[in-house]
């Protein structure tokens, strides 16, 4: 016979809700995806913001935009910078490889998939310079698809950001500890994309089922696919009968806190 977990398990197993790709150009799905949230129960969540989404919406720009984003703050959903433009230039006689990773699996917006230092420095610092001209202080980054280089990396923490993360884990940058935890994810971009998306997370999820903690990351366009939506709003119901939501920023603070083995 299973027994439910005790209310100590539920608070040991956790789930961060991202959303990804915000900006004045995908705000008006980003409102409607955290209202529909909130009835659901996940009243925080890691907002992952795009300074000047692929050139064309300057965050800094745009008042109500940022008006909205300070409300969201207030509400207690983290802020997270997330890429600068969310675009990369293709590059001349690219690797088959480099060419799969940032054309095929992200069209053409791993932005730090291969940046140096310098360059992911400088990006970093104008992300987080406008953010603070909005009155907010985002501490955790997070590149474009994931797609960070060894040197962007590195270019994180002498900026002193808090985290960031990958498809497959969670990175203190301040203490160097990684937390293994492969995001549920969906590409809605062609039916074929959308049917594995859904078959795939509908098994890791369960695969994750014990993992103490979840992740779900949520992108503006899975809105307009009725069956990938019905899925999110499942798995995330389900989650949170066993688990506590929290921001990435205040999961990592329990991290910290808590007694390492």
Not at 197 to 225: E, K, Y
Request: charged share 20%; with cysteine; glycine share 4%.
């Amino acid at each position: 016979m299973t027994h439910p977990p005790s209310g100590a398990a539920v608070r040991e197993r956790s789930l961060v809700v991202s959303l990804h790709d915000v900006s004045p150009l995908t705000r008006p799905a980003c409102t409607a995806i955290l209202a529909e949230l909130r009835t659901l129960g996940v009243a925080q969540t890691s907002l992952l913001v795009i300074p000047n989404h692929h050139h064309r919406a300057p965050m800094l720009d745009d008042a109500d935009f940022g008006a909205w984003l300070r409300e969201q703050a207030a509400a207690g959903h983290e802020v997270v910078m997330h890429g600068y433009y969310h675009q990369r230039p293709r590059r001349a006689a690219e690797t088959v490889s480099a060419r799969i990773t940032t054309r095929v699996y992200t069209a053409d917006e791993g932005e730090f998939y291969d940046l140096d230092r310098e360059a992911a420095r400088t990006l970093v610092d104008k992300a987080r310079a406008e953010f603070q001209q909005l009155g907010l202080n985002p501490a955790g980054f997070i590149a474009p698809a994931w797609l960070l280089s060894p040197a962007a990396e590195e270019a994180l923490r002498e900026a002193r950001c808090a985290y960031t993360t990958r498809l497959g884990s969670v990175l203190d940058l301040q203490t160097g500890r990684t937390v293994r935890s492969q995001s549920l994810v969906w590409s809605v971009r062609s039916a074929w994309r959308r049917q594995m998306s859904l078959a795939w997370n509908a098994l890791l999820f369960r695969h994750l089922a014990a993992h103490p903690l979840l992740r779900i990351s949520i992108h503006p366009v899975d809105l307009a696919h009725a069956r990938v939506w019905q899925q999110i709003r499942e798995l995330v119901t389900r989650a949170l009968a066993e688990r506590a939501a929290l921001t990435y920023l205040a999961w990592l603070t329990r991290q910290r806190a808590a007694p390492q083995p």
